[in-house]
């Protein structure tokens, strides 16, 4: 079990948690109470449904501040999924300080207020940003959908609340919550606690902003609560992807030539379990922005567990990008530091190369070609044996699904499309 799964069990087991959820409903705890077994800093903190415990998927539980130390936990459905990037990509002009480093996770917000991209996306006229942080929420009431299907009323006076960025212009306020990582969905409480807040203290309509960034993209999608007290009401307004990047088209010829001119290399790192390369991507940014992180600070950092995290740097170390220094610490290899600082194009057809380098991805890219689509699973597992990896039946499946997630994305590569902003 993790360190928060651990500090749940206890948690569940000294004030029989699942038992009073059971009967009325709910359980409130305090901070002191959770504090107890863990630092409510690391035990309460679930972005996405990832980050959570065991015990909560197992049991249908989540749980939401009501005040700066106070939860309730019920049955609650708080998370929404996030959309994947579709449609055309928008190339917009780069704005170019020498100050800024566009890949870095703190500088995500300034690429898009420096460049057009939010007044782009919003219809807007030069927003500016005017607060972020943490501050305390209002004081309001509202309803929740749960799992048994009832509304659950739920009351916050002062719990914590963090923006990432806030914008206004002449007619709107504009509250951003931004990600570096792109997970499977998001909290919905991250954008509907501070707009709560902020409705109350301004005269003008709030709209509501969620961003991912990853490998280029931005990915913006406006949100928006058809019923003011009715948390499960969010629906999405609209989505947008925009980029900096110039040479953005890849081609399967590209990817054929790489694939003729790899050689292949022995490997002593095992076979990884790890399904999504976009988050392999997303590790290899934030090690170059940061240098040597502990297993933990990755965690934070990527907001998944130690375990999950570590499916992402294993990934990377298979295909020669990752390491652990003499503190053992992860940190990037040369190769790494390499791929790290290229742009897009370069950087992407370096990753497939070291793809390609693993005689497995070869015979299993040949395949995909010959039948227009990445080949079956059940395909994978024959051509893992084909190559000498001999494993238990359930670990083969999960690793072919690794190797069917990572012909996906170099097959995406080819499916960008691109729309020129008119001022490019």
């Known amino acids: 079990m993790t360190k928060n799964e651990v500090a749940w069990q206890g948690l569940i087991d000294k004030y029989d948690i699942l038992s009073h959820i059971a009967s009325e409903g ?28 065991s015990q909560f998927r197992d049991n249908q539980i989540n749980l939401l501040p009501t005040s700066n130390n106070t939860y309730v936990l019920s049955d609650f459905l708080l998370y929404e999924e996030v959309p994947e990037v579709c449609g055309e990509i928008k190339q917009v002009a780069r704005p170019y300080y020498e100050t800024t480093n566009e890949r870095s996770e703190s500088n995500v ?79 919905v409480r991250q954008l509907y606690y501070p707009y709560r807040t902020w409705q109350h203290e301004v005269t003008k309509p709030v709209r509501l902003l969620f961003v991912v960034y990853c490998n280029d993209i931005y990915s913006l999608y406006e949100y928006r609560f058809r019923e003011l007290t009715d948390y499960s009401s969010i629906e999405l307004v609209r989505s947008g992807f925009y980029t900096f990047v110039e040479d953005m088209l890849i081609s399967f010829d590209e990817l054929d030539a790489i694939r003729r001119t790899s050689e292949v290399e022995p490997h002593e790192i095992p076979f990884p379990q790890c399904d999504r390369l976009d988050r392999v ?20 950092a990527m907001e998944f567990t130690e375990r999950q995290a570590d499916y992402y740097f294993n990934g990377g170390a298979y295909i020669g990008l990752f390491t652990k220094d003499e ?16 742009p897009y ?31 079956p ?46 001022e490019h």
């Not at 002191?32 to 990832?50: G, M």
């Not at 590790?283 to 965690?299: K, P, R, V, Y």
């Not at 497995?360 to 039948?371: I, T």
């Not at 072919?400 to 996906?408: K, S």
Request: hydrophobic share 40%; with cysteine; aromatic share 6%.
């Open 26 to 53: 709910e359980f409130h705890i305090t901070a002191n109470q959770v504090r107890e077994f863990r630092e409510p800093r690391l035990a309460l903190k679930f972005d996405s449904t990832e980050q959570l415990p």
């Open 109 to 187: 917000i300034n690429q898009l207020i420096l460049s057009s991209i939010l007044d782009d996306f919003l219809e807007t006229s030069n927003l500016k940003e005017t607060f972020n942080g943490r501050q305390g929420s209002g004081e309001f009431d509202f309803t929740c959908d749960t799992v048994r299907g009832v509304k659950r009323n739920v009351h916050v006076k002062g719990a914590q609340i963090e923006i990432d960025g806030g914008f206004e212009d002449a007619n709107v306020v504009v509250i951003m919550e931004a990600k570096n990582v792109r997970h499977d969905d998001f909290l």
């Open 281 to 300: 991507v997303s590790l290899l940014d934030i090690l170059n922005e940061h240098g040597a992180m502990t297993a933990h600070e990755i965690a934070e």
């Open 327 to 342: 503190n053992r610490k992860r940190t990037l290899t040369r190769m790494g530091e390499l791929i790290a600082k290229m």
């Open 345 to 375: 194009k370069p950087r992407q057809l370096a990753l497939v190369r070291q793809i390609l380098r693993h005689a497995l991805f070869k015979d299993v890219y040949d395949e995909m070609r010959a039948l227009h689509e990445v080949p």
């Open 377 to 422: 699973v059940q395909r994978i597992m024959e051509i893992m044996v084909e190559n000498g990896i001999n494993m238990g039946e359930a670990m083969l499946h999960r690793r072919a699904q690794t190797v069917a997630g990572w012909l996906r994305w170099i097959a995406g590569l080819t499916e960008i499309t691109l729309q020129q902003n008119d």
